[in-house]
């Protein structure tokens, strides 16, 4: 069950400003990319749950970050269908990312009261997300869009809460942009998950990065 209602994982993603995204099929190495994103000031994952026993790998993460990652809000993301999201819940999802407007898995995610964030690409979509009872919602893939499709929309919505994913790195060039366009908060993965020349995640990089990323994302709202 989830830790945290949908009004606290979406305050906390109004505070923070920044959801990470990852996957990876080892969960030794899933615990030390999360740690590092911990570390670094993050208190939410999106965890992209893309392949194969994906449930299983979120299920240990999310025992681990609840044991030893105290106030860290565990979600998870490319979620496609209503029995997709509850698997994920009944593991503790605490918020549920899907890449496409889908009424079945709002009705779920509201039966338990956990935060569902829909992709959208149109007003209509977004309205229709709204009016279903979604706090935020997801603007995917954020870089065929971009800041302006955000400002086109807060002017007559200004209401709307939107995390762009896609398109979106840990510059101040790129996150002033999103930020100005009045977003609440983005989605931030590849760009973020550094690696090394062997191809293996670069934990400190990584850390360093999302602390870069929060600070820039703190002074451009002050």
Known sequence: MAQYTRIEVAQVMKNTGMVPLFFHKDIEVSKKVLKACYDGGARLLEFTARGDFAHEVFGELTKYAIAELPGMVMGVGSVT??????????????????????????????????????????????TRAEELGCEIVKLFPGDIYG?????????????????????????????????????????????????????????????SKTREALKIIQDLRS
């Open 81 to 126: 269908d209503a029995g997709q999201a509850s698997l994920y819940m009944a593991l503790g999802a605490n918020f549920i990312v899907t890449p496409v407007l889908r009424e079945d898995i709002a009705i779920v995610c509201n039966r338990r009261k956990v935060l569902w964030s829909p992709g959208c690409g149109t007003l209509t979509e977004i």
């Open 147 to 207: 800041p302006q499709f955000v400002k086109g929309i807060k002017g007559p919505q200004q209401w709307t809460s939107i995390m762009p994913t896609g398109g979106v790195s840990p510059t101040k060039e790129n996150l002033e942009g999103w930020f100005s366009a009045g977003v609440t908060c983005v989605g931030m993965g590849s760009k973020l998950m550094a690696k090394d020349a062997d191809g293996n995640f670069d934990l400190e990089k990584i850390e």
